[in-house]
């Protein structure tokens, strides 16, 4: 089975660029994250036309998960227990969606950016991990796979400059650790022995095409999803400004094998 995890920033501005990427990739499953729209504002019909089942969470234009499958989508939940909320009045985001898909409990994550470490966001960003960790625990006995976008570079060689990002998110101590928490925890990430480099790149001063990104995008195994890795890679094809005829996202997509049970 493939599985590939993607920050698509926009799914309404890049459904055929998802649509390519599923045929050019033979993909399974697809997380998506930063969908940006409601589930009845979404362009399904041309996936529903290749075989695909898809369960999305969009409240707004903000935020939004998604996942699309061809080998089952079944027990969809919709955020984890004891998921934190943000805002005033407090509303949980659309931030975490859950389905089983091909015997594979698969999580789309889209963990919050933290803003600046001096910033409220930042604090909900550290509650939002934890209270992760503490729900993902009962996870690890099964097949599961926490896919997505998690806003940590969790060693250096994950940013391009980490002294740029000194006073910046994604590298702070706090967030890092947060991150090492579920490895300790028993999780395996799954990529990184097999796709190094970045999965972000930001569209400031042509960053993607001087390699100036960070390394954010990840697939974290319980143990018996983590003994059926193969291999994965990183597309950064579908970065490329020229491929496709509408713009990238900022994301790469990161894709995972998995041997059969």
């Excluded at 091909?102 to 889209?110: A, D, H, K, P, Q």
């Excluded at 729900?135 to 926490?146: F, V």
């Excluded at 999780?187 to 990184?192: A, I, K």
């Excluded at 579908?238 to 049970?261: C, I, K, N, Y």
């Amino acid at each position: 089975m493939r599985i590939a995890t993607w920050n698509v920033n926009s799914l309404r501005s890049r459904i055929d660029r998802v649509e390519a990427f599923l045929e050019r990739h033979d993909i399974d499953v697809l997380a998506l994250q930063e969908t940006k729209a409601r589930e009845e504002q979404l362009p399904l019909m041309g996936l529903q036309a290749r075989g695909y089942d898809v369960a999305a969470h969009g409240l707004n234009q903000w935020n939004g998960v998604a996942l699309i499958s061809r080998v089952g989508l079944e027990d969809v939940a919709v955020g984890f227990p004891g998921q934190p909320g943000w805002g005033d009045p407090t509303e949980t985001e659309a931030r975490a969606l859950g389905a089983t898909c091909g015997g594979v409990r698969i999580w789309s994550l889209y963990v919050p950016n933290g803003r600046k470490p001096d910033d409220p966001h930042y604090a909900y960003k550290l509650d939002w991990l934890t209270r992760l960790q503490t729900a993902a625990a009962d996870w690890l006995d099964q097949p599961t796979a926490l896919v997505g976008d998690w806003n940590i570079c969790p060693t250096d060689d994950d940013v391009f400059d980490v002294a740029q990002f000194r006073n910046s998110t994604h590298v702070t101590p706090a967030e890092r650790a947060a991150f090492q928490a579920f490895l300790d925890g028993g999780w395996h990430e799954v990529t990184r022995a097999h796709a190094p480099g970045y999965t972000y790149w930001d569209y400031y001063r042509q960053r993607f095409e001087r390699d100036r990104g960070l390394k954010i995008d990840f697939v974290l195994g319980s143990p018996a999803l983590a003994a059926r890795v193969t291999t994965a890679f990183i597309d950064r094809d579908e970065r490329d400004p020229s491929l496709g005829s509408t713009s990238p996202s900022d994301h790469a997509p990161v894709v995972v094998d998995l041997a059969d049970a």
